[in-house]
């Protein structure tokens, strides 16, 4: 059984940089792909990147590209992103996942994934 849990968030003024930690248990967390999604209310969950299984190729959603990182520490079983300049829009709860399939499938998508964590509020002000 996989457990994932999120932290890190919080309130924050636009421009301003957070991050976010995933810790996991349960695998062995090196071998299989990582995801960060959000959620912002009334609208639908939306990917926001991922680390791959196969040597840790990293993709990103575009709105979020060149300001987030994403990354992993294996040694502690602890995925993070690194949110930097802010902005109001990306305001949304943020939820972890992994996926334990190592297949060439799109990570993109939430359904690919297997084990979710509880989620962490990120708020942005203007």
């Known amino acids: 059984q996989v457990r994932l849990l999120e932290s890190g968030g919080g309130l924050v003024q636009a421009g301003d940089s957070l991050r976010l930690s995933c810790a996991a248990s349960?695998?062995?967390?090196?071998?299989?792909?990582m995801g960060w999604f959000r959620q912002a209310p009334g609208k639908e969950r939306e990917f926001v990147t991922c680390?791959?299984?196969?040597?840790?190729?990293?993709y990103y959603a575009s709105s979020v590209k060149d300001r987030f990182t994403i990354s992993r520490d294996n040694t502690k079983n602890t995925l993070y992103l690194q949110m930097n300049s802010l902005k109001p829009e990306d305001t949304a709860v943020y939820y972890c996942?992994?996926?334990?399939?190592?297949?060439?499938?799109?990570?993109?998508?939430?359904?690919?994934?297997?084990?979710w964590g509880q989620g962490t509020q990120v708020t942005v002000s203007s």
């Open positions: 680390i791959t299984w196969s040597g840790d190729n990293t």
């Open positions: 349960g695998r062995t967390f090196s071998v299989y792909t």
């Open positions: 996942a992994l996926s334990v399939r190592r297949t060439y499938i799109d990570y993109s998508r939430g359904h690919n994934y297997d084990y």
